[in-house]
Structures are given as C-alpha cells and as structure tokens.
C-alpha cells in the first residue's frame, strides 16, 4: 500500500538575505518541497565571493551549503548592471560603495554616481543565476534578467537592496511598491527560480532532488 502523504524533498536555500529568502519561499510554494535557510540549518559563515561571475558565485554559496548540509541546495548571485556605468555595478553589487555599508548607503553611493544623468539614460538590468548544487556534485544554472530605470529617489517600502530605486516598466511602479508576488512575475530572480520551477517536473529535475513522481502523481 502506497503512502497517502505526498513526498517533500528537502531543499537548502543558501543565502543570507532574508529578501531573498522570502523570495525563494514565495516562488516555490507550488512544489514538494520543504525549503530550509542556512540559519534553519545552523549554517552562518558563507564563502567569499572570489567569482568572476554570478553563476561562479552562485555555485560558491550553493556547493558551501550542500557539502555542509548534506542537502540538495539552491542558492542565488545577483547584481544590478547600469547602462550609463558600463553594466557597472554588476557582480559588485553587493559591495557596491565599500564595505560594511547598509542598503540606503549603497542606494545613495548609486545616486550620486547618476546624479548627471538625466531621466531616459537611466536604464538597468537586474541579473540573477540560481544555481543548484547536490552534495554529489550535480549541478545546474537558471537565469533570469529584469529591465528597469534607476529612480532619482527611493519609491516605496517594501521589497530590499535596490529595491526603491529600481522602477520597473512592466509592473509600472517600482520593486518596492511591489507585492512580493507581483515582484516575482517580472523579477530576475522571479524568471530564473520560475525556470526551476519548470525543470524540477522534469525526469532530470525530479532525479536531481530525488523526488518521488510515482507517489506525487497519486496525489
Ligand atoms: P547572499 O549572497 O547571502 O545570498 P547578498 O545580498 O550578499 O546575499 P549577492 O551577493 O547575490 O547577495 O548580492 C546581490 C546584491 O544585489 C545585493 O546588494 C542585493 O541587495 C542586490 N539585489 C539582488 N537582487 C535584488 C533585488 O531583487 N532587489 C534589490 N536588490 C537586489
């Protein structure tokens, strides 16, 4: 006789971004997945981020989890990529401005940088590249991009990091007078884990976080 309880994979979610993980939680809902942050696993130190790129770093912070939890492991590298700073601050976003600085300050270290530019030249890319990690050594890489325009000024509250000064086209307004739903549908990091999402059905995907089809069929 078959179980009735449908079977949840357990997934470590490798960031120290609580934004990101809300993010996370949001996007997969829909899955048979029981989600961990580094924290629910006691996990606090996270590499350095020595990549040259996101999907380098995303692969540093996912292996670092999965060898240390044991765990399947998604974990996330994103930046801001501004026309008018030739794609900077990119892979820097994070440290955008110098160390130690909170995300208004990094905020206000962007505005000064565009304080010339005028409205129309402001455009901007986000990027993120989720990446999976096995403790086996299997891993794969989902991206995602979102087009927008750096404000002159913070608009709304929620959301995090770049959040009020990025203004998105498609939803109208800017990341942070976003639901975190509506976010996700034309988020970078929204596109990427949806691709996830999307190949964690498929026979790869499912072997990949060892899920159980046969049963999550009878469900
Ligand atoms: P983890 O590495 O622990 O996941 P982090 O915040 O350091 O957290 P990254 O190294 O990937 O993440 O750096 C991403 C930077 O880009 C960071 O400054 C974020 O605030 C910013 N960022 C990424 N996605 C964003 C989003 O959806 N909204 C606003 N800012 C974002």
């Known amino acids: 006789m078959t179980s009735p309880i449908a079977p949840v994979t357990m997934l470590a979610i490798a960031t120290s971004s609580s934004g990101k993980l809300a993010e996370f939680r949001d996007a997969l809902a829909g899955l048979p997945l029981d989600l961990l942050s580094a924290a629910d696993l006691g996990i606090y130190d996270f590499p350095e981020e020595t990549?040259?790129?996101?999907?380098?770093?995303?692969?540093?912070?996912?292996?670092?989890?999965?060898?240390?939890?044991?765990?399947?492991?998604?974990?996330?590298?994103?930046?801001?990529?501004?026309?008018?700073?030739?794609?900077?601050?990119?892979?820097?976003?994070?440290?955008?401005?110098?160390?130690?600085?909170?995300?208004?300050?990094?905020?206000?270290?962007?505005?000064?940088?565009?304080?010339?530019?005028?409205?129309?030249?402001?455009?901007?890319?986000?990027?993120?590249?989720?990446?999976?990690?096995?403790?086996?050594?299997?891993?794969?890489?989902?991206?995602?991009?979102?087009?927008?325009?750096?404000?002159?000024?913070?608009?709304?509250?929620?959301?995090?990091?770049?959040?009020?000064?990025?203004?998105?086209?498609?939803?109208?307004?800017?990341?942070?007078e976003a639901s975190v739903a509506e976010k996700r549908r034309v988020s970078h990091r929204g596109r990427a884990l949806s691709q996830f999402g999307t190949w964690a059905l498929t026979a790869e995907g499912r072997a990949a976080l060892a899920f159980a089809p046969e049963r999550a069929a009878e469900q």
């Open 51 to 176: 990549g040259a790129s996101y999907e380098e770093n995303a692969l540093l912070k996912a292996a670092h989890v999965a060898l240390r939890s044991g765990l399947v492991t998604l974990a996330d590298d994103s930046g801001l990529e501004v026309a008018a700073l030739s794609g900077a601050p990119g892979v820097r976003t994070a440290r955008y401005g110098g160390p130690g600085l909170t995300d208004g300050e990094r905020m206000a270290h962007l505005l000064q940088r565009l304080r010339r530019v005028p409205a129309g030249l402001r455009t901007a890319k986000f990027r993120a590249v989720v990446v999976l990690a096995t403790p086996t050594g299997t891993v794969h890489a989902f991206q995602g991009e979102s087009d927008g325009e750096i404000l002159e000024g913070p608009r709304g509250s929620d959301g995090f990091g770049y959040d009020p000064i990025f203004f998105s086209p498609e939803l109208g307004k800017s990341f942070a």
